[in-house]
């Protein structure tokens, strides 16, 4: 079973920010929290990941709480493009592998 | 493009039959895993070869097997294929330390 805990489905206006929460209360100090989404019928592409500390890269911002139970993918503007099935995924392994993938939160952009 | 090829993007097989699903690695990947994702659902870990070894298990039965070369291309082999292994099948590679998964495109297997 996934470790993690998402809402179903979101909806964002297009050039909006799009704040996707993630509950992973029973995360180990050695685990990192990853996020990948699908567009659909497509493979998943990686997003971004951290273990504690905020991370920021050219796609999105990861806000991680400090007791890390729960964490928020940031997309600043969205845009159609960013219509997908997202997904917080919590793992020990830290080649990146082994994913445990839960049903994810499918996020509609809307014009 | 993640540099990750799968081969064939579809197949129809009949139930009892086995089949053989192809992924091409990026360059200079030595990990490579196995998904597969049935409709409406998340993909499913089904194992991981590092440097032509299993390493690394989900709960799928042995008649799933897979083989990793030294080039690290890979392959999936399903044996005595049943209706609920349709599903999209999903290859992805990473370097050994590095912690960003690239995954291919999938094959898409229909089981009737």
């Known amino acids: 079973d996934a470790k993690t805990t998402q809402p179903p489905s979101m909806d964002c206006a297009e050039g909006r920010a799009a704040n996707l929460p993630c509950n992973h209360s029973?995360?180990?100090?050695?685990?990192?929290v990853y996020w990948y989404r699908q567009i659909h019928s497509q493979g998943p592409q990686y997003i971004i990941h951290?273990?504690?500390n905020n991370e920021t890269n050219e796609m999105a911002s990861l806000i991680i709480t400090e007791d890390r139970k729960s964490s928020t993918l940031i997309l600043p503007h969205a845009t159609l493009r960013d219509t997908a099935v997202y997904y917080c995924?919590?793992?020990?392994?830290?080649?990146?592998?082994?994913?445990?993938f839960g049903p994810g939160t499918r996020l509609s952009v809307l014009p | 493009e993640t540099g990750v090829t799968q081969s064939p993007t579809h197949l129809i097989k009949t139930r009892g039959q086995q089949v053989t699903l192809r992924c091409s690695s990026q360059?200079?990947?030595?990990?490579v895993s196995w998904y597969q994702q049935a409709l409406g659902q998340g993909p499913q870990f089904i194992f991981q070869?590092?440097?032509?070894?299993?390493?690394g298990r989900g709960n799928f039965p042995p008649r799933f097997s897979g083989l990793q070369f030294p080039n690290y291309s890979s392959e999936l082999n399903v044996n005595a294929l049943e209706l609920d292994d349709s599903a999209l099948y999903l290859c992805?590679?990473?370097?050994?330390?590095?912690?960003?998964?690239?995954f291919g495109q999938g094959t898409r297997l229909t089981v009737v």
């Open positions: 951290g273990l504690k």
């Open positions: 995924i919590v793992t020990a392994d830290n080649y990146g592998q082994n994913f445990v």
């Open positions: 070869y590092y440097r032509e070894e299993e390493n």
């Open positions: 360059s200079g990947h030595n990990t």
């Open positions: 992805a590679s990473s370097p050994r330390g590095n912690t960003e998964a690239f």
């Open positions: 029973t995360i180990s100090g050695n685990e990192y």
